[in-house]
């Protein structure tokens, strides 16, 4: 869901089924209809329940908030980190638990650039993919 400012909100809503997202992505702005993908019937679905985050569980939803919003490089940084660190996870290189930590050391090893081109974003971010599993690759001890 996105707030805007004047308190509204929208959401996107339909089955759990990421190849209707996957199917949005190739063919957008195009809207495709596929009889092989579930629909969503809001009607039996039935009330929607909203609770508070427990923030404590999602360490690197902190990490997104707060270098999300800093100015130049660093939410390149963070998304290079992160996707490195999640390869790395899925090889079996490193714990889930240590991809917050993995993250936030790629940043603060960073030097920002404040008002950074185009060029400058896409090499931080590519630099921080390459620093990241450089640092734990394989030969990281699970511990």
Not at 14 to 28: E, H, K, L, N, S
Not at 76 to 89: H, N, R, T, Y
Not at 127 to 134: H, N, V
Request: some cysteine; charged content about 15%; aromatic content about 10%.
């Amino acid at each position: 869901m996105v707030e805007f400012t004047d308190g509204t909100l929208k959401a996107q809503l339909g089955p759990t089924d990421m190849r209707q997202v996957i199917q949005y992505a190739m063919f957008y702005p195009e809207r495709q209809s596929n009889s092989n993908l579930p629909i969503l019937d809001a009607v039996s679905m039935g009330a929607l329940t909203f609770e508070p985050m427990d923030r404590s569980l999602y360490p690197c939803f902190e990490l997104a908030l707060e270098y999300g919003q800093k100015r130049g490089t660093y939410p390149a940084v963070l998304a290079g980190a992160d996707e490195a660190a999640v390869m790395l996870f899925l090889n079996g290189d490193i714990k889930f638990t240590q991809i917050p930590d993995i993250v936030l050391n790629t940043l603060s090893a960073h030097s920002v650039i404040i008002t950074p081109t185009i060029g400058d974003t896409v090499d931080a971010a590519n630099w921080a993919t390459e620093t990241t599993l450089a640092r734990y690759n394989s030969s990281t001890i699970l511990s």
